[in-house]
């Protein structure tokens, strides 16, 4: 055998050099025209929805060590607003075809009957959860939980309470979002054809009456309790009405907002500050410093500070800027199409049944609590359960909704079959 040239086993052996194009493209998109535009259904957009709702569960059982890693920690927004504008999102996905190609009374009763649907999930969670927290006060000796979420308006103010309830005025606490989604539904059939036609005059309206009701604090009623709903329609419309547009936009195999480099670094820099002012206490004072005399020359409070209900300056930008840095990454479109992302995607995909099953499980871990003092074991052990439970539901709906699609195929082959 002949010995081996060095310089030929180099040639062979050393791997291809990437350009910087290449290497850049592993993790941003570098064309306008296909940033963030998905060749089929987008998996981001499931795993996004089921980090979501595992975000809202562990947030809905509070005082355990597990909420301090979900991502409220790390930036002005929380969960919350990636669930609107998410669904805002299904919602132009799902509803914007219909729209445009049928009658606008068609499409809109799809809008309707979905928002319907949610009405009643709605009002039998709250069922389900005062059943419960009167179970615990009358069974296992626990009344203290009637004073917490607001339940106690239902004992003090009955017939108010009663008939605040299908009006969805009266608002268990931890049960403020879908409220505020069926409204957004109710009012998708007049926002969605005009998005679909003059989608920057819808965002301009938005963003005035965005910023009108955040001036001058307009909000639903909280009947029969004072002031108004937790999560205000009126302010929370933007994140719903943007979502709605690039949920159309994915639609037609387009991006809405396309990628743009120096408005990607700019996000970017603002979420890795945000971060910064969340973790180290002296930049998060100096910056609270800072919007508290820029508040005092006369800016009202909505553009200074970080009013949940009124979706504050700070929590919009910061959701908004979260929003494209993740949606420009190419690694995380990657990511969600990944078997590690499986379970967030399950999830996903399922969102109703386990956000509804999600609320349950988490106020029970509430009355779990009542009694108890902060506990890494006991707490992540119960968190877990119901993680694992969710999980399951959503595989055995995965399960089902497969079963009735082959039936409905072989039914359709058989047909064709004997047709032909």
């Not at 809202?56 to 920690?73: D, K």
């Not at 928002?115 to 009643?120: E, G, I, K």
């Not at 988490?362 to 993680?387: C, H, M, N």
């Not at 009735?404 to 072989?410: C, D, K, P, T, Y």
């Amino acid at each position: 055998m002949y010995p081996r040239d060095p310089a030929a086993v180099a040639v062979r052996e050393t791997p291809p050099r990437r350009s910087l194009k290449e290497a850049l493209g592993r993790f941003l998109p570098l064309s306008r025209d296909t940033a963030g535009v998905p060749l089929g259904r987008d998996a981001r957009l499931d795993m996004f929805r089921g980090l979501a709702l595992v975000m809202i569960f562990i947030n809905h059982v509070p005082g355990t060590l597990y909420e301090n890693f979900t991502n409220r920690n790390f930036g002005f927004s929380d969960a919350a607003e990636a669930f609107v504008f998410m669904s805002g999102m299904a919602a132009g996905l799902a509803y914007s075809t219909a729209f445009l190609k049928e009658r606008y009374w068609v499409a809109a009763a799809r809008v309707l009957a979905r928002a319907r649907q949610l009405y009643f999930v709605h009002l039998t969670i709250t069922a389900i959860a005062l059943a419960m927290f009167a179970a615990a006060a009358l069974w296992f000796g626990l009344p203290d939980v009637l004073e917490t979420n607001g339940i106690s308006v239902l004992f003090d103010k009955t017939p108010g309470a009663l008939v605040g309830l299908p009006l969805m005025t009266y608002q268990l606490g931890y049960l403020n979002i879908l409220p505020l989604y069926i409204v957004l539904l109710a009012v998708t059939p007049l926002l969605l054809p005009l998005g679909l036609r003059h989608p920057y005059l819808l965002v301009a309206g938005s963003l005035v009456v965005w910023a009108v009701v955040g001036v001058l604090q307009v909000n639903f009623p909280n009947f029969p309790g004072n002031g108004g709903w937790f999560l205000n329609p009126f302010a929370w419309q933007l994140l719903f009405v943007v979502g709605l547009l690039c949920g159309a936009a994915m639609k037609q195999k387009r991006s809405f907002v396309p990628f743009n480099p120096m408005l990607f670094g700019f996000a970017a820099a603002l979420v890795i500050f945000i971060a910064l002012w969340m973790r180290i206490p002296a930049i998060g004072a100096a910056g609270r410093s800072m919007l508290g005399e820029i508040n005092d020359l006369g800016l009202p409070d909505h553009f200074t500070w970080f009013n949940k209900s009124y979706l504050d300056l700070p929590r919009m930008v910061h959701a908004f800027a979260l929003f494209y840095v993740l949606s420009s990454l190419t690694l995380i479109r990657h990511f969600a199409a990944s078997r590690y992302a499986a379970p967030f995607r399950l999830l996903g995909r399922f969102g109703l049944p386990v956000f509804a099953t999600g609320t349950l499980l988490s106020l029970f871990g509430q009355i779990l609590k009542s009694e108890r003092q902060p506990d890494p074991v006991f707490d992540g052990i119960l968190l877990a359960t119901g993680l694992l439970l969710l999980l399951a539901l959503a595989k055995s709906l995965d399960i089902t909704t497969q079963m009735r699609r082959e039936s409905v195929a072989a039914k359709a082959s058989a047909t064709a079959a004997t047709d032909g």
